[in-house]
């Protein structure tokens, strides 16, 4: 069969169900922060699967670990424990506030989790009334019914039959209508530290702070769904430890199996205490060759000098963006660690689109978030060198755009 004629959207199209529109580039390969097509190009990554592949592609830690444990035993459901899950859920509460680890496949699973919890709690402890749950607009927590009901855009939830009541939405960052959101009535708030899908938004410190107090006021739990800026990528272990503001259940995937599917909601003892026995489940959950693969990540990410280099890349794309940009294209780069926005100036609003497309062109694979803001999401241990590339790259790209938009 010829297939170079034919595009890969159209391929793609021939065989899966409508949901996405693939790049026309088919990767078949990893090499660090390098991923092949099936042409033998090689392309920058400054994506990694949409801030999940946090060492690269193939990395030598995360190898042995999969190949070890592949040959031990793949998986066992939670009809039985594993030393993996174990091993892994011990490394985390040695890490963190929590005490407790539910494991899941994918941070929608890890969020949906958190949420039954958090109402469950709050039933256990106070009665069915006390069940509303605050979150915000924009913000992302998956694409289950539950997660995208939550979740701060309409869109999402819509057209799936009766909406889920007790959920409300309130403007990120305002901290006057989260205080008059938040009541008796809550019985969980839930926040992305740094709003990934919603254009790469980092909410400030005193927010947080306001959310913390709110939800002690009124025996609230507070959630931070730490899916995408977790793991290392805000340069420290996970976002809430760098800001100081400790939650009830954090969420945790995306980086935490470094391309390795799996999910992971903490929390204290006594929260945890309320999803008892048969309250909640899942067959994959804690399978053992992911909790393989995410002890290597976590082992890897909790390394003082990749946590500086986190650091040090930061500061070098930040700067090397704001020099490369010209004049007037982009309003504000923003973001935290290796997760950083570029949000398009008024004048060449809707532009995120073409410049992906123009990178990707280029040799330079980015992510965009939403129509107006460039998200770049390198792996957390790329060097310095090919952070220079990348940049190179994506200012000859920004230098040769048309003034307009291509029609
Ligand atoms: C990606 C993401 C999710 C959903 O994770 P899936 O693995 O796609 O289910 C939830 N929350 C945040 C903040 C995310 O970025």
Redesign the pocket.
Known sequence: MKTSETSIADRAAAVLMPTYAPLDILPVEGDGAWIIDDTGRRYLDFGSG???TALGHGHGALLAALQQQSERIWHLSNVFTNERALSLAQALIDRTFADRVFFS???????EAALKLARRHAHDHHGPDKHVIVALEE??????FF?VSV?GKPSYAQGFGPPIPGIAHVAPGDAAELTRAVDGRTCAVII?PV???GGVRPLDVEYLRTARRLCDENQALLIF?????GMGRSGSLFAYQRYGVTPDIL?S??GLGGGF?I?ATLAGAEVASSLGRGTHGTTYGGNPLACAVAEAVLHEVSKPELLANVEERSEQLRTGLQRISPPGMFGEIRGLGLLLGMELAPLHAGRAKEIQLGALASGLVVLVAGTEVVRLAPPLNITAEEVDAGLEILESVLSSLPETPAP
């Open positions: 949409i801030a999940v496949n994918s941070g929608a699973e890890a969020n913000s992302f927590h998956g694409r289950t997660t979740g992305e709003m990934g899908e769904d730490e899916v995408q800026i969420t995937a995306k599917p999910g």
